[in-house]
């Protein structure tokens, strides 16, 4: 699975968000304000996702819909293994360090997050 550009992943965690065949207008109006883009560069996204396989697209009368044909589980997945492998040598501890270290995580969060591990650890 190819890993998206930013601006291709803003467009498919709309795709994502809206759960259901969208056209170019809908996923215009689920832009933040501030990162509005032009019809032409949306459909321009739109059309490179296509090629990448990301998304189907089929005539709905005068308007193309576009399908997402990658769910967005499978994409998160992938990428955070590869951001595991790349950034952090496929060290959980060396990724969580990075945010703990950083005080990127809060009491609450490092909580959540030790309920998730014995949940995880119950499972095996």
Do not use: C, H
């Not at 291709?8 to 883009?37: A, G, S, Y």
């Not at 089929?58 to 769910?71: E, P, Q, T």
């Amino acid at each position: 699975m190819k890993r998206l550009p930013d601006s291709e992943l803003e467009i498919m965690m709309i795709v994502w968000e809206l759960d259901k065949p969208v056209t170019r207008f809908e996923i215009e109006e689920q832009m933040e304000e501030e990162r509005k883009l032009s019809p032409t560069t949306i459909l321009s996204f739109l059309s490179r996702l296509q090629e990448k396989g990301f998304l189907e697209v089929r005539k709905s009368g005068k308007n193309n819909v576009y399908i997402a044909l990658i769910d967005k589980e499978s994409y998160m997945q992938t990428e955070s293994r590869n951001i595991l492998k790349r950034l952090y040598k496929n060290s959980a501890k060396n990724f969580l360090a990075a945010l703990y270290d950083g005080d990127s995580l809060s009491q609450e969060e490092l909580k959540e997050l030790a309920d998730y591990i014995s949940e995880k650890r119950k499972e095996v």
